[in-house]
């Protein structure tokens, strides 16, 4: 599973740089929306797309920022601290990559009904 999150990583390098810049666009417009700056509407019409956006740019920089630095399976012939020290690695490997399916799933639920609320106030 990891393996898999790794070559993800490593493929989507290009957008490592987009995942940032979207996030602070989105806390950006979250924050104006928020503070009054933006007169989208009196009802707030950016609020929750940026909630959302900010939410799966969160969720690609884990993915663009943790993953490439999985270290890979290491064969039998190594030593015995060796295979433990990156046997713990992965472990924590393992468990960012639990939190961040849990938290996926979270966001996806979430996201559906946070567009839900939205096209029902503003469509």
Same mark, same amino acid.
């Given at each position: ?43 707030? =019409? ?18 663009? =920022? ?26 924590? =490997? =393992? ?29």
């Amino acid at each position: 599973m990891i393996d898999r999150l790794r070559e993800i990583a490593i493929k989507g390098r290009r957008l490592r740089l987009f995942a940032p810049i979207i996030a602070l666009f989105a806390a950006g417009l979250f924050g104006l929306e928020v503070i009054g700056v933006v007169n989208s509407s009196k009802d707030d =019409y950016f609020l929750i797309p940026s909630v959302v956006l900010l939410l799966w740019a969160a969720i690609l920089c884990t993915v663009f =920022y943790s993953f490439p630095n999985v270290p890979k399976r290491l064969e039998k012939g190594c030593s015995l601290v060796k295979r433990v020290k990156n046997s713990l690695l992965r472990f924590y =490997y =393992y468990v960012l990559a639990f939190v961040l399916i849990t938290s996926t799933v979270g966001v996806i639920s979430f996201s559906f009904k946070l567009v839900g609320v939205w096209t029902r106030e503003f469509a």
